[in-house]
């Protein structure tokens, strides 16, 4: 068990440009979420996988956010035409069950200059 | 709508002294709780989880929490408090009604720090 991966750790880009995160979940944990959490706040829900299946998406998952999970395995979150509200640490979490806890990745902390 | 109160924002305790958290949710039924910390920079690690049965609950370094039910409460306790405790810390409530994928909704957390 080598625990949820995230990737890249830190993300500095200028706002307009398009970023793209991955993570990579405890393996055969078939359900992936995301959140996003920003400064001085709880993460918040963004979006659920039950393995390549998107099920579930957050009204906070505006039409410049996608996320994949194609083989369901790995997952990746794009960002098109960032904006400065946009700035937040983005965590990936799974579990295997949803009377599981879910286990979280060390995040991805975008910054938009 | 479901939500997760966490009252203070900021608290500070001597090294070796009592802590207690407190967490107040909002749910129709009994939910799934959960205490997270996160250190700075950090993802978030789970100290401990309530599903059924006991509502006292232990966790991982020392930590334990009561569910009462009758206060819509899950409050994170640890009888005495180290230096290396000082953190953030999250209570959230996880979705367990038929439907649901198990959604976590977090506090907005607690931040504790500890005087030598």
């Known amino acids: 068990d080598t625990g949820v991966s995230q990737d890249p750790r830190h993300k500095i880009t200028k706002r307009g440009q398009n970023v793209t995160f991955r993570c990579d979940p405890i393996s055969e944990h078939n359900r992936l979420y995301w959140y996003r959490q920003t400064l001085g706040q709880g993460p918040e829900f963004l979006t659920y996988f039950q393995n390549e299946a998107q099920l579930e998406k957050s009204r906070l998952l505006s039409d410049r956010f996608s996320a994949e999970r194609p083989k369901g395995s790995f997952s990746t979150l794009e960002i098109q035409r960032t904006e400065q509200g946009d700035s937040a640490m983005y965590l990936c979490a799974s579990s295997p069950r949803r009377d599981q806890p879910q286990h979280f990745g060390d995040g991805t902390r975008l910054s938009i200059l | 709508a479901q939500s997760v109160t966490q009252p203070d924002i900021h608290i500070t305790v001597s090294e070796g002294a009592s802590l207690e958290l407190r967490c107040n949710y909002s749910?129709?039924?009994?939910?799934?709780l959960f205490w997270y910390v996160q250190s700075p920079g950090q993802g978030l690690q789970l100290l401990l989880k309530?599903?059924?049965?006991?509502?006292l609950v232990q966790g991982i370094k020392g930590f334990e929490a009561e569910f009462k039910r009758s206060q819509s409460s899950f409050n994170l306790r640890k009888p005495s408090v180290h230096w290396s405790d000082a953190a953030e810390y999250f209570c959230a409530v996880g979705e367990n009604y038929g439907g649901s994928q198990g959604n976590l909704i977090f506090g907005k957390g607690t931040k504790l720090s500890v005087k030598p």
């Open positions: 309530y599903f059924s049965g006991d509502t």
């Open positions: 749910y129709g039924a009994t939910p799934y």
